[in-house]
């Protein structure tokens, strides 16, 4: 058996209210206009030192689409 509960018979309306209060305040302050991202990626230290591909990175690919063929060759064989 399940008991049916309303909004109304909500016993942490007050608690309720308080956090999405404060979670509408903490979304105001972090919106920013003219339509900028505001998750602040471009700040973190991860890409301080990024880099991008060089010229060989496509070297990657080539092993792994030997190690996949020869996954398969072992399983079928």
Do not use: H
Not at 11 to 38: C, F, H, M, S, Y
């Amino acid at each position: 058996m399940g008991v049916m509960v309303t909004k109304d018979e909500d016993e942490n309306q007050a608690l309720t209210r308080r956090i999405n209060a404060d979670l509408r305040e903490k979304v105001e302050k972090v919106q920013v206009a003219d339509g900028e991202d505001p998750d602040f990626i471009a700040d973190s230290e991860y890409f301080e030192q990024y880099e991008k591909t060089g010229r060989f990175g496509w070297i990657w690919f080539v092993l792994g689409l030997l190690a996949i063929v020869s996954l398969v060759f072992i399983i079928l064989l």
